[in-house]
């Protein structure tokens, strides 16, 4: 997934913005694959200690087929064929990989990352829901041998006023993994943005569990009210460890592993506000409490307003960044026709900064 705050710019749904790249959609799409994120990318996540990643992808990387076929070491010419080489990275280094659809046919939610046109149409139409259902069919078929597929996030933040569908949806997604005899684990996402998972508590079983993502309190992790700090108050209500212990305890009592596929923080000045307090706090929490967890994100442009990455991007180049002349997705189709190429090489990991202090926060509280 391509999320437009990670390239320095405004939130673009990802589908729009390859639209607006016209004749350059397919060499931009391969290019930020090839660069973005590959096979030197996974061996840096080895190096730096972690088991586990998350990979989000659009449902309809499933559906691509090139014109034409990579090069030897590159993206392959379909979608699938490209998810296959992600994980076989990670394999490769014995590292668990999970699938996340972080975007399912017709948008589980209103916003940018569900890749929506600001409707969920998903939960309005049946057609969507069985193309869902027919691609974790086929992503089970492809993975359910894969022993270091640790399991899938079958869907990213779900956002709906209907959550009986969407109980019928996880139920239904399970038989289809599980006929394919696929043992994998599941994990179900809470309504209202992997938040309220008490209604589908009777889908609970072997190999199947909830992911809850943790951004609280949201006026602070998302750079909404920059003047806060941590702890602090928030809109008259105090923010602290016992704040946010209390908060998460009401997970605990499902009697099942909890996985936190989702928190992190957008720095500042950078991280002047006491950023690593609120990040130290949370990984207490997660081990007093046995939660499993991932990052959120591994690479972004720095100081946006929203989690910002562990490797972080100051550009001065002025093609990527929050001080280029347009927002960034924009100034990205502006600079690709003056110099396509020099787009490209800011977007290797070589360009980013890794955030060393917030890396020794998470590495002490690495299994």
């Known amino acids: 997934m391509m999320e437009g705050y990670m390239l320095g710019g405004r939130d673009v749904p990802e589908h729009i913005f390859k639209q607006q790249l016209g004749d350059r959609k397919e060499e931009f799409?391969?290019?930020?694959?090839?660069?973005?994120?590959?096979?030197?990318?996974?061996?840096?996540?080895?190096?730096?200690?972690?088991?586990?990643?998350?990979?989000?992808f659009n449902y309809r990387l499933l559906e691509e087929q090139w014109n034409r076929p990579g090069l030897p070491g590159q993206v392959p010419p379909s979608g699938i064929e490209y998810l296959k080489q992600v994980v076989k990275w990670f394999a490769d280094l014995k590292i668990y990989v999970i699938l996340d659809m972080h975007a399912v046919p017709g948008a589980q939610n209103q916003d940018w990352h569900s890749d929506s046109d600001g409707t969920a149409h998903f939960f309005k139409k049946e057609e969507h829901r069985q193309h869902y259902l027919k691609l974790w069919d086929q992503l089970s078929q492809t993975f359910k041998n894969e022993e270091w597929v640790a399991g899938y996030d079958v869907m990213n933040e779900p956002v709906t006023e209907d959550p009986e569908t969407l109980r019928q949806v996880y139920k239904d997604v399970i038989k289809v993994i599980r006929k394919n005899g696929d043992k994998h684990i599941i994990f179900l996402e809470g309504n209202y943005w992997a938040q309220q998972v008490d209604f589908m508590e009777d889908l609970l079983q072997e190999n199947v569990t909830f992911s809850v993502h943790f951004y609280e309190p949201t006026f602070f992790t998302?750079?909404?009210?920059?003047?806060?700090?941590?702890?602090?108050?928030?809109?008259?209500?105090?923010?602290?460890?016992?704040?946010?212990?209390?908060?998460?305890?009401?997970?605990?009592?499902?009697?099942?592993?909890?996985?936190v596929g989702e928190f992190g923080i957008a720095s500042r000045c950078p991280h002047c506000k006491k950023e690593y307090a609120w990040v130290r706090d949370i990984l207490k929490i997660f081990k007093d409490y046995g939660f499993h967890w991932t990052y959120w994100t591994y690479k972004s442009v720095g100081g946006m307003n929203y989690p910002d990455g562990l490797f972080q991007l100051f550009d001065q180049t002025g093609i990527i960044g929050r001080e280029t002349e347009h927002p960034g997705m924009d100034n990205i189709l502006l600079k690709l026709k003056e110099d396509p190429q020099k787009v490209y090489n800011v977007l290797e990991t070589k360009n980013f900064v890794l955030n060393k202090k917030l890396m020794r926060i998470l590495q002490a509280n690495l299994c």
């Open 29 to 56: 799409t391969r290019e930020f694959r090839n660069r973005f994120f590959n096979q030197a990318d996974a061996q840096i996540v080895k190096k730096l200690g972690f088991n586990c990643v998350r990979i989000p």
């Open 222 to 259: 998302f750079n909404q009210y920059p003047n806060l700090t941590y702890p602090g108050r928030v809109k008259g209500e105090q923010w602290n460890k016992s704040r946010i212990a209390k908060y998460l305890k009401r997970y605990t009592r499902f009697k099942t592993p909890i996985y």
